[in-house]
């Protein structure tokens, strides 16, 4: 009895031990969001579709009425990406809500899109996930 309560004490030792150190290894390396699919405006930021969302996820102040309330979700903002790199035309497309739109627009006129080139101007949306 004795060397079976040793061993599920040990076990259980074990155990805790290993998930603890998973969970310090998780910490060190902060991971952001980026959707499953590709966007095809993100090949005219520099660094491409992670350089822009790190540079999202820096950016990133989570809205105080949406965090008291709990709000989480994806905000879409639209906006055209001109012939020499410059943007116009936001508008928000998906709300999540509690301010998150306005936080998702403010960071997406903040982006900088390398000129697609004469002629060639584009519609385009980013997605900006908001989660606790």
Do not use: H
């Not at 030792?13 to 910490?27: D, L, N």
Request: hydrophobic letters at 45%.
């Amino acid at each position: 009895m004795k060397t079976r309560f040793s061993f599920l004490f040990i076990l259980f030792a074990f155990m805790t031990f290993a998930a603890a150190a998973q969970t310090a290894s998780a910490k060190e390396e902060k991971e952001f969001w980026i959707p499953s699919k590709s966007i095809p405006v993100a090949e005219y930021y520099a660094g491409g579709q992670e350089a822009m969302y790190k540079f999202i996820d820096k950016q990133l102040k989570y809205p105080a009425m949406a965090r008291k309330n709990r709000v989480q979700g994806e905000c879409i903002i639209s906006f055209t990406l001109n012939e020499d790199g410059s943007t116009s035309g936001f508008k928000v497309l998906k709300n999540a809500g509690a301010g998150t739109g306005e936080e998702a627009l403010r960071i997406a006129k903040m982006l900088k899109f390398k000129a697609p080139g004469p002629g060639f101007g584009m519609m385009a949306s980013v997605p900006i996930n908001f989660k606790l």
